[in-house]
């Protein structure tokens, strides 16, 4: 509870009425994130075990967050067991209820010296940047069969916050961002130079690094980026669905007092 008090009393009518600490905000967030994930499906065993794993957490925490936020859009989560499935696979296919859209779902996370316990030292020569293409590549190789869109998500994890006087995450243009920047200019590269259609239908970048925070002063804000291929192999642009999962996004950050 010192946690949630020292930055002083937001009263801004969610969470705990309190603006939150960086650990704190992250602490509310996974939970909620669980409580979601509770609500639609049991979450298989082996992600359970990665949860448990002190090296093993980071990747499994960021597959909860983006399947938490699925769940939120309205999707029914059919999540793929490393242990049991074979041969290369996303992490879970969605099923956008309203539209009964189906969509396969890849999660990396970016290690960084110093974070999610990663050993090393956080400092800007190392930490701000958009060098995720090493994942990116592992990913595209996860698309599923069967002819339905893919989506991948990043996490850069890097410290950086936004201005404190531009409107919200979600409305942050790209090119005040230099690692965001980088992350669009080179999808750009890789979709203008590719000759068949891509795996991809979409690469969405976020980033909720409330973690870096300290314990006396307010969390540091997140954002996110969506960035659509404009070649891919099952298109994605204008479905219903992908309003849904960009609205929640953008808002993953609001847990309501009731919770």
């Not at 020292?6 to 939150?20: E, F, I, K, N």
């Not at 130079?193 to 980033?207: D, F, M, R």
């Not at 404009?230 to 847990?255: A, H, S, W």
Request: charge should be negative; proline fraction near 9%; glycine fraction near 8%.
């Amino acid at each position: 509870m010192s946690l949630l008090r020292r930055p002083g009393d937001a009263d801004d009518g969610v969470s705990t009425g309190h603006t939150l600490t960086g650990p704190a905000k992250a602490y509310q967030c996974f939970g909620y994130d669980l409580y979601w994930l509770q609500l639609v499906h049991r979450l298989p065993e082996s992600l359970i075990g990665r949860l448990k794993d002190f090296r093993a957490f980071q990747g499994a925490r960021y597959e909860v967050l983006a399947a938490a936020v699925f769940a939120r859009a309205g999707f029914e989560i059919e999540w793929i067991d490393d242990t049991k499935a074979a041969g290369k696979h996303p992490e879970f296919i969605a099923m956008h209820k309203r539209t009964g859209r189906k969509v396969g779902v890849e999660t990396k996370s970016r290690q960084r010296p110093g974070a999610m316990n990663y050993i090393g030292t956080v400092t800007p020569e190392t930490h701000l940047k958009g060098n995720v293409f090493e994942l990116y590549e592992k990913a595209i190789q996860q698309a599923p069969d069967g002819g339905i869109p893919f989506l991948i998500f990043i996490d850069p994890n890097v410290p950086d916050s936004p201005q404190k006087e531009l409107p919200s995450y979600s409305d942050i243009p790209v090119d005040t961002v230099p690692w965001m920047k980088e992350i669009r200019d080179r999808l750009i590269e890789i979709w203008a130079a590719a000759t068949v259609p891509t795996p991809e239908s979409a690469v969405l970048i976020t980033n909720f690094a409330f973690y870096y925070g300290d314990n006396d002063g307010p969390s540091p804000t997140g954002m996110a980026g969506f960035f659509s291929s404009p070649k891919p192999r099952v298109p994605i642009l204008g479905d219903p669905m992908i309003d849904d999962l960009i609205y929640c996004f953008q808002n993953y950050d609001t847990v309501p007092r009731q919770i």
